[in-house]
């Protein structure tokens, strides 16, 4: 059975040390590195780059997936989230911490033009797609029903994250909201010039999302043991 970490590049926005904490995992695990990069991602009528996620199982053979963003640092204590989360009909992942206001703006988007997407949206439920593990088995007819939203321009720049959440309510999904040491959005309650390699109680997955500036922190952070 194949388990792959996979990461979405583009215009070399990457910090070597993100790709380096991910290339160390996938060898303490087991598992391989993928990355996408700009030669592979498809012309999105209005999504980021990070859209490509969804296609994972179109454009892989992998069974067993990770996928985190490109602005994620993974520490060198970090378990193996293939042996932690054992329940293969579960998709993890993080609650978000973006404002009610701007989840529902981009779910009325998707709703208002498409009503067949239509369903609840709770914000408690609602998870941040920068770290996701998923099963083929479980997951893939999820993950193609997201990418064919993807496929289609609903004015809303906010990448993959609101298609794969509506996919997961529409096709019943039992999605398993973990701790947010495994993608831990607010940096600055966590300060990156400390050694999260060395501080197991800290975040697994160091994630800049939102953050102007990571694209200088994330070159400073140390993750290994």
């Known amino acids: 059975m194949t388990r792959a970490i996979a990461t979405v590049n583009y215009s070399n926005f990457m910090a070597q040390n993100s790709r380096d904490s991910m290339q160390d995992a996938a060898r303490r695990w087991g598992v391989e590195y993928f990355e996408y990069c700009e030669q592979t991602l498809p012309k999105w009528p209005d999504r980021g780059p990070n859209a490509m996620k969804t296609t994972v199982f ?5 069974n067993e997936v990770m996928c985190v963003d490109a602005d994620v640092i993974i520490s060198g204590c970090c378990p193996n989230p293939f042996e932690a989360f054992l329940n293969e009909e579960e998709f993890v992942a993080v ?3 973006s404002t009610p206001d701007c989840q529902r703006l981009s779910w009325d988007r998707h709703t208002s033009k498409r009503p067949d997407l239509m369903c609840e949206l709770d914000h408690s439920r609602y998870f941040n797609t920068g770290f996701m593990v998923m099963r083929r088995k479980a ?6 029903f997201a990418c064919d939203i993807c496929g289609e321009s609903f004015g809303d720049p906010w990448s993959d994250q609101t298609p794969i959440v509506i996919s997961s309510i529409l096709n019943g999904a039992k999605v398993n909201l973990v701790d947010e040491r495994w993608n831990f959005l607010a940096v600055q309650r ?3 010039f400390m050694d ?3 501080h197991p109680e800290g975040p697994y997955c ?3 999302a939102g953050d102007p500036s990571r694209i200088h922190w994330l070159h400073e952070v140390k993750w290994q043991l």
């Open 58 to 62: 179109r454009t892989t053979g992998f």
């Open 95 to 97: 609650v978000d911490r």
């Open 139 to 144: 997951h893939e007819k999820m993950m193609n």
């Open 190 to 192: 966590f300060p990156y």
């Open 196 to 198: 999260i390699g060395k």
């Open 206 to 208: 160091l994630h800049g």
